[in-house]
């Protein structure tokens, strides 16, 4: 079993910045690939950022490319969600997302393990 915390949401005006972070515990290995998804009310869930194991291949969906930046840190099994000049169309619930392997990937379906999300809302 593997297990993600996300933290680091919150409420953020226009324009402001968050980072938000996900822990991974459990059986897990610190190589594997991570991905950031959102959901807002009444939509789907969406691919936000996807990171390789060893953080050399990076993907942003074209909506945050630019304002969204994910890396991580290997040795605390931790990745990172910087978001600089949000939106109000930011606003969701956001959930990392592991899978087993390095290799990114960006179809929800290609990952395994979910975290219960954060929220974040960016008020106008």
């Known amino acids: 079993q593997v297990q993600l915390v996300e933290s680091g949401g919150g409420l953020v005006q226009a324009g402001g910045s968050l980072r938000l972070s996900c822990v991974a515990s459990g059986r897990t290995s610190s190589s594997y690939a991570m991905g950031w998804f959102r959901q807002s009310p009444g939509k789907e869930r969406e691919f936000v950022a996807a990171i390789s194991g060893t953080g050399g291949s990076r993907f942003y969906a074209d909506s945050v490319k630019g304002r969204f930046t994910i890396s991580r840190d290997n040795a605390k099994k931790t990745v990172y969600l910087q978001m600089s000049s949000l939106k109000t169309e930011d606003t969701a619930l956001y959930y990392c997302?592991?899978?087993?392997?390095?290799?990114?990937?960006?179809?929800?379906?290609?990952?395994?393990?979910w975290g219960q999300g954060t929220q974040v809302t960016v008020s106008s």
């Open positions: 997302a592991t899978r087993w392997s390095s290799t990114a990937a960006l179809s929800q379906a290609d990952f395994s393990s």
